[in-house]
T-cell receptor, first 115, second 116 residues
Framework: AQKITQTQPGMFVQEKEAVTLDCTYD???????LFWYKQPSSGEMIFLIY??????QNATEGRYSLNFQKARKSANLVISASQLGDSAMYFC????????????FGTGTRLTIIP | EAQVTQNPRYLITVTGKKLTVTCSQN?????MSWYRQDPGLGLRQIYY???????DKGDVPEGYKVSRKEKRNFPLILESPSPNQTSLYFC???????????????FGPGTRLTVL
């Protein structure tokens, strides 16, 4: 069974600072993918970034990067130069793609950016 | 515009009154899935479908039914809703790229259901 753990229920960060959201995962599968989604107060799920288990380089998408440490089973999201619009709920998720591309989600981290 | 749509977006109903939440995607995706989101629990999969006429249970299927008669549509059916099914529901879809890769899932806007 797969499990995602997000240990930070809430974070407050000053605008323009970098922020790291923690995510650890547990799986016995060799092939898997790790995702981060953003959920603003409006409720929709916005895809941010993806890391495959066989990718040797950390994924980056604009101000988002994924700090992937396979041996430690961690996949932390780093947001550089935070903005007020980054205030939202952030979910880490994993898929192991064995006929069902189910995403297993963590419980989320609520990020609040302070002006 | 490539998208996943859900209807209705908001629904208040009473215990036992059958309802259907529709989901439609215009990206020709093989894979579709339903999740429910509850505070403190993240999102949990209800049912999924790998293609037309192929569906299977996720982690929390009790009290729900689905069908996949057309590739683009994947309705979620609550035959006899109960208050514990009050939740935020998401439909998602993606291409199926095989056993060696995983793929981004596109989410619908969500349906907020309240069962009184």
């Amino acid at each position: 069974a797969q499990k995602i753990t997000q240990t930070q229920p809430g974070m407050f960060v000053q605008e323009k600072e970098a922020v790291t959201l923690d995510c650890t995962y547990d799986t016995s599968d060799q092939s898997y993918g790790l995702f981060w989604y953003k959920q603003p107060s409006s409720g929709e799920m916005i895809f941010l970034i993806y890391q495959g288990s066989y990718d040797e380089q950390n994924a980056t998408e604009g101000r988002y990067s994924l700090n992937f440490q396979k041996a430690r089973k961690s996949a932390n999201l780093v947001i550089s130069a935070s903005q007020l619009g980054d205030s939202a709920m952030y979910f880490c998720a994993m898929s192991t793609n064995f006929g069902n591309e189910k995403l297993t989600f963590g419980t989320g981290t609520r990020l609040t950016i302070i002006p | 515009e490539a998208q996943v749509t859900q209807n209705p977006r908001y629904l208040i109903t009473v215990t036992g009154k059958k309802l259907t939440v529709t989901c439609s995607q215009n990206m020709n995706h093989e894979y579709m899935s339903w999740y429910r989101q509850d505070p403190g629990l993240g999102l949990r999969q209800i049912y999924y479908s790998m293609n037309v006429e192929v569906t299977d249970k996720g982690d929390v299927p009790e009290g729900y039914k689905v069908s996949r008669k057309e590739k683009r549509n994947f309705p979620l059916i609550l035959e006899s809703p109960s208050p514990n099914q009050t939740s935020l529901y998401f439909c998602a879809s993606s291409f199926y790229v095989g056993d060696r890769e995983v793929n981004e899932q596109f989410f619908g806007p969500g349906t907020r259901l309240t069962v009184l």
